[in-house]
Every structure is written in structure tokens, then in C-alpha cells.
């Protein structure tokens, strides 16, 4: 039958068959959860579910465990797979960023993400963009318990080999994550630049090849960039100044805690850019230039700004994506200023797509609102969220201020320090 459909009944098709493959990963919850119950502590459960699902003993195990957290603990992220929204492995990834908190505490989050949910606030569908928005969460429910499990897991880093097919292995570094950051960041910088005199391998290959040669003490090929590393670290003013413990966010991870972010703003050793934002409005401050390749500043600014691909679904740090021109330049004409009203960070493949006549991308970077249209007339739409939760909006009326008593002293008009 689905030979005989139209291109347009196939992402028909496609909806219907996500929202099939949710249910029955909801209704396989519930019954992993009401046998946990049937058979209290059996150890051979695991192995009796594997057999029956087709599946490792170790992911029947996940699973269960899966199934009993969904249904004991976030009963709104069950909702959500029974409605059709979210499947399996994007509710177990909200189950392994929820499984630090009590039971209550995890219930609070669930509450909160359902609410996210139903009105579309919750910012990006995908899985990254609900664990990111559930770790806010998280931070924002237990922000004290939040930094000491990051501490301890920060003490459990490791390095894992992991032996794979056709003579291949992953090397696996468990690291904080700003670490991990700047290592890739730098290994990219090296990459790009041995890249210009060595086009036959991919940027893929010359990472790992470059990872190799410096974990072995061999020379990569290149000396190091006088900035191999460059990555943020977005925490507001008042969070700095140890007034406030929310709204620190590492770029391309999402928020850690408020003592960590400090620490790593201190550390002399440090690699990453501390971005102060106004705990006002939760945003940076705009630059503008009226050029045609923006400058080391301005691409800064987009990236602080922006800190992912401005294309819904993709999450490219904004730091390693490609300064967009929301409104062409042109030189003739002097359309499209570089500015960061009118730029966004698209990866180097979002980029590219902006030009395909039949795909269509939009950016509002004032509310942080991207919109990207598929060649069958599909939206997709999401929301970038602020560091922090904003005081007051710009579009706010003014707060009426209290008539001064007139006194004899004239009015100071001096800075306030």
C-alpha cells in the first residue's frame, strides 16, 4: 500500500507511525512496570524479558528500569508517549537526567515538563532539546543536590575502550564536560587548519588521527593556533558575584551548577570565555559593523547569543557554526548589514541548506524563534531559551516610581559610584 501514496500521505504516514511506535513504547512501560511489581525483586526478570522482546539481557534491564520510572515517578513524560509525542529512547534519556532526584523532587520536574509540553514551551521536540530543558529543571528543583552529584560525578571520570567492528574501537574520555569541550574544540582548530594542506582526509579523520598522535606523544603535523580553543561559559552577573545560585549554562552541554561555573571562571588555567549576562533580560550585548565578513567580535557575540545552530533540531555549538547573514549582503546594494541583529550561527550544512530553493529557513534572533519549512510545506518551529529567566520584558509598561519629596539638596545626577 504505501508503494501507491503520494509523497505527501508518506510524512503522513511517517507522523502516524512515530506517534504507533510512542503508544506502544508507553503501553511496553506500563507492563515492564506491572510485572517489576508482580515479581518484587526477581533477577531473572531481565533475562525472561530479553527473551521475549528479542533483545540483550542489558537492555531488557534498562528497560525495566525505564518502565518503572516512567510510571512511578514521571507520569507526565508517560502521558506524553501515550499521546503520541515522545517515544522510548527520548523518555529513557529523560529518565537517566531525572535519576538523581528523590521521588517527590522527580515528580515536581515531570509536573513542570508536562505543563512545558502541552503549551509548546519546552523549545525543541528532539531529544537534546527535552534533556536540555529537563536538566533546567532538574538544577532549578534541587540546585544545592544538583552541585554536589556534580562533584561526585566529576570525581568518576575514566577513560573506557570499547571494542567495535571491522578493526575498529572507540576510545572513550568520561570527562567534565567544559574539559571535554575544549579538547574537541582544539582538536577541531588543529583539524581545520592541517586540513589546508591535507585535502584527502575528512575533518572526521583528522581529528582522530590528530587525537591519536597527541595521546601517543607524536607531532600532529601543525603547531598549535595561537586560539585553538575557543568556548563559553554563560553565567549572569549576579551568579558571579555569588548573589545568585541559577542560570549558568556551559555552550553545548546546557546548565551545571552555579559553584562549578564559578570555579571554572576562576581557574587560571581556564580555557573558556566567561560570558556575563544581565540577569534582567538574559541576554548579551549587540555590536554592529557594516562589512561584509564580520569581525572575531561580532562572530562572538552571535555565538554567545545564539549558542547552537539556529535551525530546529540541530544542536552544532555556535562557536564551530558558520556567521549567516539573516537578510542577504549584498555589495551593490548594502542589504543585510553585519550585524548581530541581522546574523545567526548556522552550521556549515544549515548554511548550505538556506540556499536550497525549496527549503526555507527563518531566524528571529530578538526572540530567538527559529522556523525551518520542508520541501512538502512541513514546520518546524523552536524557541531558544534565555541563560536566565528574565525580571522584566522589554515590551513591560514602565514600573510607576513613587513621587520624591522635594528636599533642599539638589538632585543627584552623579554615577551612582
Known amino acids: 500500500m504505501v508503494e501507491q501514496v503520494s509523497e505527501q500521505e508518506l510524512w503522513g504516514t511517517l507522523a502516524a507511525v512515530r506517534q504507533m511506535r510512542a503508544r506502544a513504547d508507553a503501553l511496553e512501560a506500563r507492563a515492564l512496570a506491572r510485572l517489576c511489581r508482580l515479581r518484587g525483586g526477581d533477577r531473572w526478570l531481565a533475562r525472561e524479558v530479553a527473551l521475549e522482546l528479542r533483545i540483550s539481557p542489558r537492555q531488557a534491564q534498562a528497560r525495566l528500569e525505564r518502565g518503572v520510572a516512567l510510571v512511578g515517578r514521571l507520569p507526565g513524560v508517560l502521558g506524553a508517549m501515550e499521546a503520541g509525542e515522545i517515544e522510548g529512547y527520548t523518555a529513557g534519556r529523560l529518565v537517566e537526567a531525572t535519576a538523581m532526584l ?27 532539546g527535552l534533556v536540555q530543558a529537563t536538566r533546567r529543571l532538574v538544577e532549578k528543583t534541587d540546585p544545592e543536590g544538583q552541585t554536589a552529584r556534580a562533584r561526585r560525578a566529576r ?31 582544539r582538536l577541531d582548530a588543529l583539524a581545520r587548519r592541517l586540513r589546508r594542506h591535507d585535502p584527502h582526509r575528512t575533518l572526521d579523520q583528522l581529528r582522530a588521527d590528530i587525537c591519536a598522535d597527541l595521546l601517543l606523544g607524536r607531532d600532529p603535523g601543525v603547531t598549535a593556533p595561537a586560539a585553538a580553543a ?12 555569588t548573589m545568585s545560585e541559577q542560570g549558568c549554562e556551559l555552550a553545548g552541554y546546557g546548565p551545571i551548577p552555579a559553584p562549578i561555573a564559578r570555579e571554572i571562571m576562576t581557574n587560571p588555567a581556564s580555557t573558556w570565555r566567561a560570558v556575563l549576562t544581565d540577569p534582567a533580560t538574559g541576554a548579551p550585548v549587540d555590536l554592529g559593523r557594516r562589512r561584509r565578513r564580520p569581525s572575531a567580535l561580532i562572530r ?29 549582503w549584498t555589495r551593490n546594494h548594502g542589504h543585510g548589514p553585519t550585524t548581530t541583529g541581522n546574523g545567526g550561527a548556522k552550521c556549515r550544512r544549515c548554511h548550505q541548506l538556506k540556499d536550497h530553493p525549496h527549503w526555507k529557513l527563518h531566524h528571529n534572533p530578538t526572540t530567538g ?25 522589554p515590551s513591560d509598561p514602565p514600573t510607576p516610581q513613587p513621587p520624591q519629596q522635594r528636599t533642599g539638596n539638589p538632585p543627584n545626577t552623579g554615577p551612582p559610584f
Open 300 to 328: 562572538d557575540l552571535v555565538a554567545v547569543r545564539d549558542r547552537e545552530c539556529a535551525t530546529p533540531g540541530c544542536h552544532r555549538p555556535a562557536q564551530r557554526s558558520d556567521f549567516d547573514h539573516l537578510t542577504p
Open 155 to 185: 570525581a568518576g571520570r575514566r577513560v573506557e575502550l570499547i571494542h567495535g567492528e571491522h578493526a575498529t574501537a572507540t576510545l572513550a574520555a568520561d570527562l567534565p564536560a567544559e574539559l571535554a569541550a575544549s579538547c574537541y574544540a
Open 369 to 393: 524563534t527559529s522556523t525551518i519549512t520542508t520541501p512538502t510545506g512541513r514546520h518546524y518551529t523552536q524557541h531558544r531559551h534565555t541563560i536566565t529567566t528574565p525580571t522584566h520584558h
Open 230 to 241: 575557543t568556548a563559553f561559559l554563560h553565567l549572569p552577573v549576579d551568579t558571579a558575584l
Open 102 to 128: 528523590e521521588d517527590p523532587q522527580a515528580r515536581q520536574v515531570d509536573a513542570e515538563l508536562a505543563e512545558k509540553l502541552a503549551t509548546g514551551r519546552v523549545g525543541s521536540f528532539d531529544p537534546t
